[in-house]
């Protein structure tokens, strides 16, 4: 009897546990409704480059990345790291001249080399064998590789795994319901001792369809959760004209650092 009762304890909490994921994933999904649907073809993101309609272009270094790089880099030198949907970020430079080394994925080839010729380093295109179609632009000065590919396309069997992923406009860019399909890719990138700065933005998305999307920090514990840690560094109002001019009456960015759990 005694053993019945230890049973049915144990089975009370796997049923709450389940109602509780449910209910969880349920809310993830309500927050997310407005935006389920927004789709952003890769053709449009080329567009915008060729307009230079690119206001999520920053001319210096993210503040959150050099308020984060020492634990990113926890004590690490020439860390690989991965930049996701790179545009033409110019922290991969500063990185790259501290002795770190930086691959980049991006779809529009005007970015890339933009991102060589506005920073005064010479290049060569490659093709890369194992994606037909797909070329690899390499600094002659620095350790970086570009790619210009659908994201998608890109695995580790390309680069092998990384040390750092530097993700300041990649996870809020990409469609809504390709999220699943993006953490797996990700995770599939990180080395055993990686360490994943993941920026992402709060906001009502009742107000402004994106990009860039609402990512609530459930939904990073619901992508991430199961075999990474996750720690919020820190969550700032980060609310200007320019997001007034969008519809906001709020917008909070907040800042992740994501690591592969022990085993």
């Not at 570009?146 to 069997?157: A, M, P, R, T, V």
Request: proline fraction near 5%.
């Amino acid at each position: 009897m005694r053993n019945s009762g230890f049973l049915l304890k144990v089975l009370w909490l796997v049923l709450c546990q389940a109602a509780a994921g449910s209910w969880g994933q349920a809310n993830i999904t309500s927050m997310l409704a407005p935006q389920a649907d927004r789709v952003m073809a890769l053709a449009e993101w080329e567009e915008r480059w060729q307009e230079d309609r690119i206001g999520f272009h920053q001319p210096h270094v993210h503040t959150m990345l050099e308020n984060n790089i020492d634990k990113v880099l926890a004590g690490r030198a020439e860390v690989r790291f991965f930049f996701p949907l790179c545009g033409k970020a110019v922290d991969m430079k500063w990185l790259a001249d501290m002795g770190h080394s930086v691959v980049g994925v991006e779809i529009s080839e005007k970015a890339i080399k933009q991102f060589f010729e506005e920073n005064n380093m010479t290049y060569n295109e490659e093709p890369v064998p194992a994606i037909p179609g797909v070329k690899v632009f390499k600094s002659s000065e620095r350790n970086i590789s570009l790619y210009q590919c659908d994201l998608y396309n890109f695995s580790s069997s390309i680069e092998g795994q990384f040390g750092a992923i530097w993700d300041r406009g990649s996870l809020v860019a990409i469609n809504p319901r390709d999220r699943e399909k993006y953490a797996a890719l990700i995770i599939s990138l990180m080395a055993k001792d990686c360490r994943y700065l993941l920026d992402t933005l709060l906001y009502n998305p009742e107000l402004y369809e994106g990009p860039p999307f609402l990512v609530p920090n459930e939904q990073v514990n619901s992508l991430f959760g199961n075999s990474c840690d996750i720690e919020l560094l820190s969550s700032l109002d980060a609310l200007t004209e320019r997001h007034r001019g969008w519809g906001l009456d709020y917008l909070t960015e907040n800042v992740h650092l994501i690591t592969p759990k022990s085993i």
